[in-house]
């Protein structure tokens, strides 16, 4: 059961434009609170690049394979028709909201049991330059869009922008914090990351020592990657940090010093039987930071 509805709107709004920025930015709507706070920063991002802003409607229906007789089916299909009511409400609401927007726009509607939504959400951020939600946080109001936010992270191939819950973006983005490990999660959102990195005036590279020594290695990896990051036209201060109790807290605090507002990390985890097992850093940064991430696998 799938359901994409392009509804199109272009706007002549004056937007600085980056000729190696994203193009097309999407950002995951669901009809809560948060919908406005995940548009807020997508269109910052939005009008920072010039880019189109598509906003990706996710309506959870039941699975009807699951309803074995006649009457568990057309229970199941009443309760279909009122998710679709509620989301014509909801998907006009947008709209309105839309029309107001200064870059151009389309909002698009995804419908689909639990088991099939997320991939077809990872399946239209491939065509996105970035994926912009929020972070995954338990809260007994909210549905629950882990599986979505994953599938997003690991199965698109792109760059995820996580926003805390509620955090409205106080900004352009000018300082941004990089959690540096010498592996392809990290290089993966760095290389996400690069147009944001680009129009930073403060880029700051860590490596957390987790085991309080001296490092060579570890010093000529940020060597490494600040020449790397220097060739793109990105200049950078970096820094290796003892640990302070976990990674995460770390990168949160010394991101608090130099006032970042935004986290590039990667996002560490491996699939089994098509659920994710997220790395502790991973977790602890979705579940606890106040500054809005860029991870990408």
């Not at 299909?77 to 870059?103: C, H, K, P, W, Y």
């Not at 599986?147 to 992270?153: G, T």
């Not at 990168?251 to 790395?279: P, T």
Request: with cysteine.
């Amino acid at each position: 059961m799938q359901a994409h509805n392009p509804m199109s709107r272009s706007s002549d709004a004056e937007t600085s434009t980056d000729p190696q920025g994203y193009k097309s930015i999407a950002v995951h709507l669901d009809g809560s609170v948060d919908d406005e706070v995940r548009l807020a920063h997508g269109e910052m991002l939005a009008a920072q690049f010039g880019s189109h802003l598509t906003g990706l409607y996710t309506s959870l229906m039941p699975d009807i394979s699951l309803y074995s007789s006649d009457l568990g089916t057309a229970a199941s299909m009443e309760m279909v028709n009122q998710i679709r009511q509620r989301a014509d409400v909801t998907i006009g609401q947008l709209q309105q909201r839309f029309e107001r927007l200064s870059v151009p726009n389309d909002i698009r509607r995804i419908e689909d049991a639990a088991v099939w939504l997320p991939s077809l959400v990872a399946s239209e951020a491939r065509t996105s330059d970035l994926f912009v939600a929020t972070c995954p946080r338990k809260h007994p109001t909210d549905v629950n869009w882990k599986r979505v936010i994953e599938a997003a992270m690991f199965e698109s191939g792109r760059g995820v922008y996580l926003v805390p819950p509620g955090q409205q973006p106080r900004q352009p983005i000018r300082t941004v914090l990089v959690g540096w490990a010498d592996g392809k999660e990290a290089a993966r959102a760095v290389a996400e990351a690069l147009p944001l990195l680009r129009l930073a005036s403060l880029v700051k590279v860590v490596a957390v020592d987790e085991i309080d020594r001296e490092d060579q290695d570890e010093s000529m990896d940020l060597a490494d990657i600040a020449t790397y990051l220097a060739r793109h036209g990105v200049e950078t201060t970096v820094d290796i940090r003892p640990v302070e109790r976990d990674v995460s807290i770390t990168l949160q605090r010394e991101a608090h010093r130099i006032s970042a507002d935004l986290i590039v990390v990667g996002a560490y985890g491996h699939s089994r039987l098509r659920e994710w097992i997220l790395g502790g850093t991973t977790v602890e940064l979705l579940e606890n930071s106040d500054i809005p991430l860029l991870m990408a696998h």
